[in-house]
């Protein structure tokens, strides 16, 4: 009796603690490592690899983080980067697997990984979109033939180191992506935030320090320059996952194939040439950035003469700034209406309107030749210099100099 008594205790106590005995914080600690591991393969590897070909993977690393997401995630390479890429594709439209553009906020955040999951089971999703990826014995007949199995082999794992503790560990590695990424960043990143450039969808950067989701927290950057390794483009923004990137290539584990691209100015340049065009064709989100600032700063010197005006409201006025330094193709009838209403007080306002639309329309007109692209770009810096507005005659300039 006292045998089978010293046996039922010692495997309380090894349920308890476990082969390893961690305090609490140590447990904290040990969670938060691999699951930030677990992070930066999807940003690394599912992300800036495989579905964006951002950069290139020495093939111990490549082959770590295939390991590792099967055992964390259950994911399969080629169905996370399908689905992805299909996401860019037709971003913010009924087929957008998870836009809360057209789904709402609240599906895409709470039920994020269902929407993901019966994508994956969308077998002309898989066919488009999901060319390129690992396509070896071990892919086949393993990782997704069995991507069930590294989830399970890992509970029992956890609770062998670190007792009945080991559920709890793993129930938050089995939580941890589908709240971050597919809740997280498919959800709030299309949702709220700031945008440092106005790309074509809604894609937001939620905050400046991309840590906690290992940089997917830049989501407007990255959809905006999708094929670039580094998800920070501003100098007070940090990517955590860039960071690992460069220390891997470093040692020559990593090797970036493209980066967003830093426009180069040439001080006193006083013509637009063809290099000023294609530089301004290539860097045209920096330049719209730069305009909304110019926006900015005239309606800063209008809003003084305006707010006299006793029929403009000051609730009138702030939401007319903020129409005016948005993207006039996105206006809805209600919102030109406003800004429509807004011109008849202000020629300043409907002119820096009007000349974003025609230097927008610049890298649009694809039947026009560089030569004629020219003409129009050097035509637009006269008008722009000669219209007496201040900020105007400032950005020209400032585009005179692109190279």
């Known amino acids: 009796m006292n045998f089978l008594s010293n046996i039922f205790q010692a495997v ?3 349920l308890d603690g476990g082969l390893i005995d ?9 969670t938060l490592i691999v699951t930030h591991i677990t992070i930066a393969g999807v940003t690394i590897y599912l992300h800036r690899h495989q579905a964006h070909r951002a950069l290139d993977l020495h093939p111990i690393v490549s082959h770590f983080f295939r390991f590792w997401l099967w055992l964390t995630t ?3 390479t080629k169905e996370w980067a399908a689905v992805h890429r299909k996401h860019h594709a037709k971003c913010e439209t009924p087929e957008d697997p998870h836009s809360p553009v057209t789904r709402g906020i609240k599906k895409v955040l709470l039920e994020g990984a269902e929407l993901y999951r019966a994508e994956t089971k969308n077998l002309e999703t898989l066919e488009k979109y999901g060319h390129g990826c690992p396509n070896d014995w071990i892919e086949n007949k393993l990782y997704t033939k069995y991507s069930w199995l590294g989830v399970s082999a890992l509970l029992p794992l956890n609770v062998m180191l670190f007792g009945v503790a080991g559920i709890t560990i793993w129930a938050v590695q089995m939580l941890w992506i589908p709240i971050t990424a597919a809740g997280i960043i498919n959800g709030l990143g299309h949702w709220t935030g700031y945008r440092n450039y106005d790309c074509s969808d809604a894609a937001c950067n939620l905050i400046p320090w991309g840590i906690l989701i290992g940089g997917e927290e830049l989501h407007n950057n990255h959809h905006t320059f999708a094929t670039s390794a580094k998800l920070s483009s501003k100098w007070y923004e940090f990517d955590i996952g860039y960071a690992y990137i460069r220390m891997m290539e470093l040692v020559g584990l990593a090797k970036v194939k493209k980066t967003i691209p830093k426009p180069k100015l040439a001080k006193n340049k006083l013509e637009a040439d063809l290099d000023t065009l294609q530089s301004v064709i290539t860097n045209r989100y920096d330049v719209m950035a730069k305009y909304a600032k110019s926006v900015k700063a005239a309606f800063r010197e209008e809003v003084m003469h305006l707010q006299h005006k006793a029929e403009l409201e000051k609730r009138f006025l702030k939401t007319s700034r903020k129409l005016m330094q948005g993207e006039p193709a996105k206006l809805q009838a209600p919102q030109q209406a406003q800004l429509s209403e807004l011109f008849e007080h202000s020629k300043v306002l409907e002119t820096m309107h009007n000349m974003r639309v025609e230097l927008g329309a610049i890298w649009e007109r694809s ?3 560089r030569d004629q692209l020219l003409q129009q770009l050097q035509d637009w810096c006269t008008r722009a ?3 007496g507005i201040k900020a105007l005659q400032e950005f020209s300039l400032r585009l005179r100099s692109y190279a």
Do not use: D, I, K, R
């Open 385 to 387: 210099e000669a219209s």
């Open 12 to 14: 309380l106590s090894f």
């Open 74 to 76: 259950g994911q399969v």
């Open 367 to 369: 039947h026009s030749t």
């Open 22 to 30: 961690l305090s609490g914080w140590q447990m904290l600690v040990y």
